[in-house]
């Protein structure tokens, strides 16, 4: 790392740490200065109760008093699950139609249609179907990170040049060698771009489809703390969603990074 990235990394860092302290100063003169509703708590309240929630994150005393620990899990587990299914179709499907003119006009309307339906209303469709919130919320987040992966997929096999498939095809390498060979190593990196988006888009159905639907998780202990009126377990459990967010997106990128530079 040069001088100047150095520089850049310090300046940044700076410039974090002031806007940080800015941030909460205005937000505790915000909190005490009767302008917000008595349910905003003030910085310190929120620390406290962050602190407290990280030091015994898996207990559980009941149905609607499990700590955020188990939440979290419910919800990385649905997440893991859903998003699975979308991969083990996408990626398929985006390499048929990438290579496959025919397929691409046959299936296109299907997701030129499908592709803007929020996930929320696919939450009803998914109960009617599978008569089970747990399967649904499975469905949401399936169908919702779909499309980054598909799409992203498609583009990358668009992408390769056709004189690498007509060379392979003159010296008669199977489809299976000309997929394993050619065509994953050139869409790769289009593909892992595809699942970064998916998964940032299947941690932020979770949560909504959690809101509603109930049970265990982190989206439904953000809803029954405001049915408790707890403003401060809301905060921590949103602090907790975005830094697990960071972390797929983090986790991804550097798989990204890596297919890029092999490729």
């Known amino acids: ?18 806007s940080f302290v800015a941030i909460v100063a205005v937000w505790q003169w915000y909190a005490q200065s009767g302008l917000a509703s008595k349910l905003l708590p003030a910085p310190s309240a929120v620390a406290l109760n962050f602190f407290d929630a990280v030091r ?36 398929p499907l985006g390499i048929l139609i990438g290579l496959s003119p025919v397929a691409a006009k046959a299936l296109d309307p299907y997701v030129q249609v499908l592709r803007p339906v929020s996930p929320l209303a696919w939450l009803p469709i998914g109960l009617a179907l599978l008569k089970s919130s747990a399967s649904t919320a499975l469905f949401v987040i399936a169908i919702s ?3 980054p992966i598909l799409l992203n997929t498609i583009f990358g096999v668009r992408a390769i040049n056709p004189l690498y498939l007509s060379v392979a095809r003159t010296l008669g390498t199977s489809r299976w060698e000309t997929l394993r060979r050619i065509v994953l190593p050139a869409a790769a990196p289009a593909i892992v771009g595809g699942l970064r988006i998916g998964i940032g888009i299947a941690w932020l159905v979770i949560i909504a489809a959690e809101m509603l639907m109930g049970g265990t998780g982190i989206g439904y202990f953000v809803w029954n703390e405001w049915n408790n009126l707890d403003v401060s377990s809301i905060i921590t459990a949103i602090l907790v969603i975005g830094v697990v967010g960071l972390a797929l997106d983090r986790l991804f ?9 092999s490729e």
């Open 56 to 91: 015994d994150p898996f207990y559980d005393h009941g149905q609607n008093d499990k700590g955020i620990g188990l939440h979290l899990l419910a919800s990385l587990g649905r997440v893991a699950a859903g998003f699975g299914i979308a991969v083990v179709i996408g990626i």
């Open 145 to 147: 990170s779909l499309w």
């Open 1 to 18: 790392m040069n001088g100047a990235a150095v520089t850049d990394n310090v300046r940044a860092a700076l410039w974090f740490a002031l």
């Open 253 to 261: 990128g550097l798989l990204h990074a890596r297919v890029s530079f």
